[in-house]
């Protein structure tokens, strides 16, 4: 029997370590976790963090040490622990790993070294541990293992750190969801002003959600694109905004957002939302239309994970809202709760079926867990009833019973798309592929169609990629469309910069850069975002519309990819270089939006962007928080882990006219449409007191 075969015995029979020569079995998998790392499986920092638990502990049994290391690459792959049970019934998709089974050389997957291993066996062995508490369910703290780095609680093992996080979240929630407010007597009159009645019109579920958001210090609107979350929170603003003003005591609002690119949206979409209000100067003008980044609003502290404002320096606000929550990772989520005032609202908006965080956990997700279904009890669905003055027999509700379910009172799902019609065929490719309906799908996008289109790439139809890229198609733009902006709107040379013809330029260059963009699900490889960065620049290049010979070109797209707050640029900003005059002759400056809602932009010198990146191509996940004209989504020629409904629906939602799928070979779509993310966590248990 070879050391591999002995190991992959040894993890399905024993618990403990074996007395004949357990070194030799833990420097195997060590040797096997090397494997592991070496074919991009595990990243370096699993395998050292199951070396560092043998320094502690030596006589450490492999099948903790493996729990471990596979724990740890569970954080890499966004998921807040490693669940036992989840992992032994199907190890290969549960840990996002290849699907070919035993490949060449000695690298075995985890599905050949787990076979036949029972949670039993493996819970006993981390158990019996100095390195890992186990939380037994009502047990009490023992302050005696607080220190010990991991955490073992309903089958589930956490590094500590995640489990603090998700106990924190748990806990500041359950205390707000407990403390309902106040609901003031002329509430029904003044949500009617805001939401004038239309007998022919369905169920306003924006004024349902206004209503349970003033109830509580805790509500969540989640929705999908066009179903006027934006809308609803200016409307929900001016609602809470003017008592306090008729008092003379404005209520301190802040507004916020995960990314820059997010919060600059928010902001635009916000001003026009607010001055549109019906609601007097005085209301208006006490409703914020600037939003922030939750790390400038939190006030980070460069190179560290911690924050000026926490539990013990609280943010001076009475209301804050963050949009684009599906974003927001466990520690973050952690991190703002702690920070909030106990008598301040929390306003979360998203799309629950957006990708979650690149960081570990889903939160949104995991709290709009029923917003489908609703859930409300009898007396929250009777008090709705009579303030929408409609019955709630939409298709899908369910009914709760009362104390049973806090959340699902303080939740609300906006259904109904004002941006995509009934005849559109992005909306509904969207629906098709969020309920996982992929003959349908492929159906859809092989019919004619005005909005949708699908470009197969079979040998000569890799030209039409390359006439994509530039041209787009029909009436949708692709790349070239900006470039001849660039070069058709040029002011004359002896402008000066000061000259508002600049701006004006660079404005309506960056708007055309907006028209069009290649999303991808990969960041390596071909159809990948180095690899289509390098094929759209070639294929310009040949056009002769950029000049690529060199780094910095006029017309290079770039993406920031850290926060500069010197230069008050954030992760996700994207800017285009543009030949502007100089002291000494025209000189490169790459021009970005202003994030403050003035519409104007700001230049700043290519010497000066020390993290940034060519973003023709750009990720889905970089996406999230965008929206275009025209959006390409190109995937990849292989079946990949990341490929999930959950991507496939943002990338199509980034599309406000025009969507194409790009595929270089089949059956990839129809996959990615059947497999849905799962983000392990215990959130939902520990808010309902079953952890």
């Not at 890992?132 to 609680?153: I, S």
């Not at 609107?221 to 905004?241: D, E, N």
């Not at 709630?392 to 995509?420: C, I, K, Y």
Request: hydrophobic share 45%; with cysteine; glycine share 8%.
């Amino acid at each position: 029997m070879s050391t591999l075969e002995h190991l992959a015995q040894r993890l399905r029979d024993e618990a403990g370590p074996s007395p004949a020569n357990p070194l030799l079995e833990r420097e195997a998998l060590l040797v096997q976790l090397d494997l592991w790392v070496r074919r991009g499986w595990l990243r370096a920092l699993d395998r050292a963090f199951a070396a560092f638990l043998l320094e502690q502990e030596p006589d450490a049994s492999p099948l903790l040490l493996l729990a471990a290391a596979l724990a740890s690459h569970q954080l890499g792959q966004g998921h807040v622990c490693l669940d036992l049970a989840a992992t032994l019934e199907e190890p290969d998709f549960a840990l996002s790993l290849p699907p070919e089974g035993e490949l060449a050389g000695e690298a075995r997957l985890p599905s050949q070294l787990l076979a036949d291993l029972d949670v039993a066996r493996w819970q006993q062995a981390l158990i019996g541990s100095a390195l890992v508490e186990h939380r037994a369910p009502g047990a009490a703290n023992d302050p005696a293992q607080a220190a010990r780095p991991l955490l073992l609680a309903g089958g589930r093992l956490y590094l500590r750190r995640y489990w603090n996080y998700e106990q924190s979240v748990a806990r500041i929630l359950r205390q707000r969801l407990a403390q309902p407010l106040t609901v003031p007597a002329d509430l029904p009159a003044r949500l009617d002003a805001l939401f004038p009645r239309d007998d022919a019109a369905r169920l306003d579920w924006q004024k349902l959600a206004c209503a349970l958001a003033a109830r509580g210090s805790f509500s969540l609107i989640t929705g999908g694109p066009g179903t006027g979350k934006t809308t609803t929170v200016v409307r929900l603003l001016a609602l809470l905004q003017a008592p306090a003003v008729a008092a003379g005591q404005a209520l301190r609002i802040r507004l916020a957002a995960p990314t820059g690119k997010a919060a600059a949206r928010l902001t635009e979409s916000i001003g026009a939302q607010v001055a549109g209000l019906t609601v007097s100067s005085d209301v208006r003008e006490a409703i914020p239309t600037e939003v922030v980044t939750l790390h400038r609003l939190l006030g980070s502290r460069p190179d560290t994970r911690h924050f000026r404002h926490h539990a013990g320096h609280p943010l001076a606000l009475d209301v804050l809202v963050v949009d684009e929550a599906s974003m927001i990772d466990l520690e973050m989520m952690a991190r703002l709760l702690e920070a909030l005032p106990a008598h301040a609202r929390l306003i979360l908006l998203g799309d629950k079926d957006q990708l979650a965080s690149v960081e570990a956990g889903a939160v949104l997700g995991d709290l709009c867990r029923d917003a489908e279904a609703g859930f409300y009890d009898p007396a929250t669905r009777a008090w709705l009833e009579q303030l929408g003055g409609q019955p709630l027999d939409e298709p899908g509700l369910l009914p709760g019973s009362a104390g049973t379910r806090p959340l699902a009172q303080q939740t609300v799902m906006l259904r109904h798309s004002r941006r995509f019609g009934a005849d559109s065929g992005i909306g509904r490719l969207a629906r098709l592929v969020n309920q996982q309906q992929a003959g349908e799908a492929r159906a859809l996008l092989s019919a004619p169609s005005n909005d949708v289109f699908n470009l197969r790439l079979r040998g000569e139809q890799d030209r039409h990629l390359a006439r994509l890229l530039s041209d787009g198609r029909d009436t949708a733009p692709g790349y070239r469309h900006y470039l001849m902006v660039l070069q058709g709107g040029r002011p004359l040379d002896m402008t000066p910069l000061e000259a508002p013809d600049w701006q004006d330029w660079a404005k309506n260059v960056l708007a055309a850069f907006d028209g069009f963009r290649l999303l991808c699900a990969l960041r390596k490889g071909d159809w990948g975002v180095a690899g289509l960065n390098m094929r759209v620049e070639a294929e310009l290049q040949r056009q002769g519309l950029i000049d690529a010979s060199h780094e910095w070109y006029e017309g290079r797209p770039v993406l920031i990819t850290r926060n500069d707050y010197g230069l008050g640029l954030m992760n996700g900003d994207i800017g285009i270089a543009l030949l502007l005059p100089g002291d000494n002759g025209p000189l490169l400056r790459v021009a970005f939006p202003r994030n403050d809602g003035s519409g104007q932009v700001r230049f700043v010198l290519p010497s000066r962007l020390t993290a940034v990146e060519t973003v023709f191509a750009m990720t889905v996940h970089k996406s999230q928080g965008s929206e275009f004209t025209h959006t390409a989504l190109v995937l990849p020629d292989t079946l990949n882990p990341v490929l999930t409904k959950e991507l496939l629906y943002t990338a199509i939602t980034r599309a406000r006219d025009y969507f194409t799928l790009v595929e270089p070979r089949g059956g990839v779509f129809e996959a990615a449409v059947q497999r849905k993310v799962k983000r392990l966590s215990g959130l939902m248990l520990e808010l309902q007191g079953q952890g």
